[in-house]
C-alpha cells in the first residue's frame, strides 16, 4: 500500500521558521523524483520545489529561491521542506508528490496545513 504521509505544518509568525517531512511506504523511494506543491485558499496548486530520485539536483519556485532548501534521505524514505522567513503568502495547504523517474507513475500525499500569521 502506497502512503505519503506529511507531517511538521502549523501555524507560525511571519518571519518564523518550520520543517516539512514527507515519509514514504510502498513503493522503491529511492527510484523517485520528489516535489513540494502548495495551494492555496482559491488559488491553483503550484510547485514549491523538486528534488532528482538521488538528491543530485533540486529547483525551486522564484517566490521560495533563497528561503526553502528541499532535501531527501533515501535511506529513511523521506522527503523535507524546511522553510524560513516564512510570509503571510506561504499559507497554504502543502502536499508531497512522487514521480517515478521513468515510468511517471505518480502518487500524493494528503497535504499538511502551514499558516503564517501573526
Known amino acids: 500500500q502506497v502512503q505519503l504521509v506529511e507531517s511538521g505544518g502549523g501555524l507560525v509568525q511571519p518571519g518564523g521558521s518550520l520543517r516539512l517531512s514527507c515519509a514514504a511506504s510502498g513503493f522503491t523511494f529511492s527510484n523517485y523524483h520528489m516535489s513540494w506543491y502548495r495551494q492555496a485558499p482559491g488559488k491553483e496548486r503550484e510547485l514549491v520545489a523538486r528534488?532528482?530520485?538521488?538528491?543530485?539536483?533540486?529547483n525551486y519556485a522564484d517566490s521560495v529561491k533563497g528561503r526553502f532548501t528541499i532535501s531527501r534521505d533515501n535511506a529513511k524514505n523521506t522527503v523535507y521542506l524546511q522553510m524560513n522567513s516564512l510570509k503571510p503568502e506561504d499559507t497554504a495547504v502543502f502536499y508531497c508528490y512522487a514521480k517515478h523517474r521513468v515510468s511517471g507513475y505518480d502518487y500524493w500525499g494528503q497535504g499538511t496545513q502551514v499558516t503564517v500569521s501573526s
Open positions: 528534488i532528482t530520485n538521488t538528491g543530485s539536483s533540486t
